[in-house]
T-cell receptor, first 114, second 116 residues
Framework: AQSVTQLGSHVSVSEGALVLLRCNYS??????LFWYVQYPNQGLQLLLK??????LVKGINGFEAEFKKSETSFHLTKPSAHMSDAAEYFC????????????FGQGTTLQVKP | EPEVTQTPSHQVTQMGQEVILRCVPI?????FYWYRQILGQKVEFLVS????????KSEIFDDQFSVERPDGSNFTLKIRSTKLEDSAMYFC??????????????FGPGTRLTVL
């Protein structure tokens, strides 16, 4: 079975500070990993994904994540937070199948203080 | 830019009533999904749909739920007899075939279902 754990339901950073949102996964097969962002009253938008190849993945809006198999982690980072980054962030995992269902973590709300 | 749309944005219903949540996936997508998020909980997979049949469903997706693609554009989720615990945000998603599960799923804005 697959699962995702996001450490910290709320993270608060100052504008310009480093953003680090943690995600650990459990998977019996090589995982496919995703980060989604949800702004208020909007759907989930894909930030970035890891499928195969390079373990450091760059996404939209300056975010990146590194797949670390030994740590079963896929933490999301951004060097300098912007006010517009305030949103809810979801880590998700999927396995090789013909359905591609996503299994989500609990979500982390990012607050950016001026 | 193409997007997934969902209607209504908010649905209020009485317990025991039937509801139909509607989604219009991106036009050239062939895989369709429903997820739900109960307030304060994880986003949970309900069902996936491909080639006019269910590909996979979760334990949540019991006989009270059904999905349908009644025409070439809509994808619906029906709950036959709503329960209080069905209150949640329901998200529709769609994706393209070809590269399997690494295809991005595009999500709609959600329908908030409130069962009284």
């Amino acid at each position: 079975a697959q699962s995702v754990t996001q450490l910290g339901s709320h993270v608060s950073v100052s504008e310009g500070a480093l953003v680090l949102l943690r995600c650990n996964y459990s998977s019996s097969v090589p995982p496919y990993l995703f980060w989604y962002v949800q702004y208020p009253n909007q759907g989930l938008q894909l930030l970035l994904k890891y499928t195969t190849g390079a373990t450091l993945v760059k996404g939209i809006n300056g975010f990146e994540a590194e797949f670390k198999k030994s740590e079963t982690s896929f933490h999301l980072t951004k060097p300098s937070a912007h006010m517009s980054d305030a949103a809810e962030y979801f880590c998700a995992v999927s396995k090789w199948s013909n359905t591609g269902k996503l299994i989500f973590g609990q979500g982390t709300t990012l607050q950016v203080k001026p | 830019e193409p997007e997934v749309t969902q209607t209504p944005s908010h649905q209020v219903t009485q317990m025991g009533q039937e509801v139909i949540l509607r989604c219009v996936p991106i036009s050239n997508h062939l895989y369709f999904y429903w997820y739900r998020q109960i307030l304060g909980q994880k986003v949970e997979f309900l069902v996936s749909f491909y080639n006019n049949e269910i590909s996979e469903k979760s334990e949540i997706f019991d006989d009270q739920f059904s999905v349908e693609r009644p025409d070439g554009s809509n994808f619906t989720l029906k709950i036959r007899s709503t329960k209080l615990e069905d209150s949640a945000m329901y998200f529709c998603a769609s994706s393209q075939p070809g590269q399997g599960l690494s295809d991005e799923q595009f999500f709609g804005p959600g329908t908030r279902l409130t069962v009284l």
